[in-house]
């Protein structure tokens, strides 16, 4: 990735990574001292990740149609200003506004991420672009152009899953040495450097179905009905994450009743996955020119690996080669989907479709959520991670379909999802509809 600019705005975003494991970290530990309750913990993290999934996608639309610029940056200094009240909230604590507070920063996070996978992949293809003016092999162009996002999506991941093993481990440190309002400052400070280090991304695109909020919801969701291949992908998508978000409430009960490894043991199994998800993502990151289809739906056999390895692990050591084997799968299969979801929108449709896609994982992170505590709560850890790993293997069998036969890579300029004639979308040129994230 030579681009200066893409390299300050992955910057940026490991910055506000790091930041946001600070303010997960201090928030949860904060709720339950003064609390003392696991349901307004749930409420929580319910108010921050699944609520804003159901306005996420329409504010992107109005963050879109706007024409003042900045309003990437200014989803950043608004976090900024709700963590500082968060901040304060906690010397006085009310855990309505608690959660209030939760729900509007939530929001203003997967907005910014959406949009700010969008301007990656943009910026990766104009600066791209720009580099084959005047060539005529249109092949060699396009697939420069998808090996140049591929790669910046890389660059995306490689961040998400290392700041996934330090942040914890920073923000228990801080937490524990500093307090929680003390950590929440540290993490406005975060979005600040973030907002400030964005001002010049103007995430406003112009478009023939108008300006309206309904009009630009509306052709995404045309876009996603007239291109088959993206509507399986994403259906498939969400049916798996279910099954890949339902192991958090199992690990905590699994690592302290099953294992009998304790508290430390849960953080040698989270932090062995993170280290697996890391080696995922420079996998990733490697492997530019590999079918995505192979690698998406190799990660999600990982996955599903991963948690039947659970099931039947006898000590934390196997449980923990297990770990490493799904952290891989996850740090191949979220870039994955993404990069085929952006292949087979036109840029146009990228902030709306990335904005689809953080608010379908955020659902699917509430629903998985409550299927694994249930699945505990009527059997046992092994067997709910054998109910989840048999899920999450079984959609690896779906996933195999959509990819091309063999397994071979893309061709230029086409996605590894095998992609009817008529369901590819030429990034560069507009739909019948209307003129032309990470």
Not at 265 to 279: A, E, F, K, Q, R
Not at 342 to 355: C, F, H, I, V, W
Request: glycine residues 12%.
């Amino acid at each position: 990735m030579k681009s200066a600019r893409l390299r300050r705005i992955v910057g940026a975003y490991t910055v506000n990574r790091v930041g946001t494991w600070l303010g997960i970290v201090a928030m949860l530990v904060a709720v339950f001292d003064h609390t003392h309750s696991a349901l307004a913990v749930s409420a929580f993290l319910l108010a921050g990740q699944a609520l804003p999934a159901f306005v996420v996608p329409a504010i992107v639309a109005r963050v879109e149609a706007s024409r003042r610029r900045r309003e990437l940056s200014g989803l950043y200094f608004f976090e900024a200003i709700v963590t500082a009240l968060l901040a304060v909230l906690l010397w006085h604590f009310w855990l309505p506004g608690v959660l209030l507070l939760a729900a509007l920063d939530g929001t203003a996070a997967l907005t910014a991420s959406s949009l700010l996978r969008a301007e990656v992949a943009k910026t990766a293809r104009q600066e791209t672009e720009a580099g084959f003016a005047g060539e005529e092999d249109q092949g060699r162009r396009e697939e420069a152009i998808a090996e140049s996002e591929r790669r910046a999506n890389a660059a995306l991941n490689v961040a998400f899953s290392t700041t996934f093993v330090l942040g914890p481990a920073i923000s228990g440190a801080i937490v524990a040495s500093a307090g929680a309002s003390a950590a929440l400052f540290i993490d406005v400070g975060s979005f600040l450097i973030c907002g400030l280090l964005l001002l010049d991304l103007h995430p406003h695109v112009e478009e023939a179905a108008g300006e309206s909020v309904a009009a630009r919801l509306r052709a995404a969701w045309r876009h996603i009905n007239e291109v088959p291949s993206l509507r399986g992908l994403l259906l498939l998508e969400t049916v798996a994450l279910v099954f890949f978000e339902s192991a958090g409430p199992i690990e905590v009960t699994y690592a302290k009743a099953t294992l009998h490894a304790g508290d430390r043991g849960l953080g040698l199994l989270l932090t062995v996955w993170g280290s697996g998800g890391v080696l995922g993502s420079l996998v990733f990151a490697r492997m530019v020119k590999r079918s995505l289809g192979v690698m998406l739906s190799g990660g999600a056999l990982a996955i599903g690996l991963a948690y039947l390895g659970f099931s039947g692990a006898p000590s934390l050591g196997l449980a923990c080669g297990a770990a490493f084997i799904g952290g891989i799968g996850n740090g191949l299969q979220w870039p994955s989907l993404i990069s085929l979801v952006q292949r087979l929108t036109p840029p146009s449709l990228l902030g709306r479709l990335m904005g689809a896609v953080e608010s379908m994982g955020a659902l699917c992170l509430a629903i998985g959520l409550l299927l694994g505590g249930g699945l505990v709560a009527l059997s046992s850890p092994r067997i709910a991670f054998l109910v989840v790993g048999a899920g999450a293997a079984a959609t690896t069998l779906v996933f195999l379909r959509l990819a091309p036969s063999g397994g071979a890579a893309e061709t230029a300029g086409e996605p590894a999802i095998e992609v009817p004639p008529g369901d590819m979308v030429e990034a560069h040129e507009p739909l019948p509809h209307e003129p032309a994230r990470q």
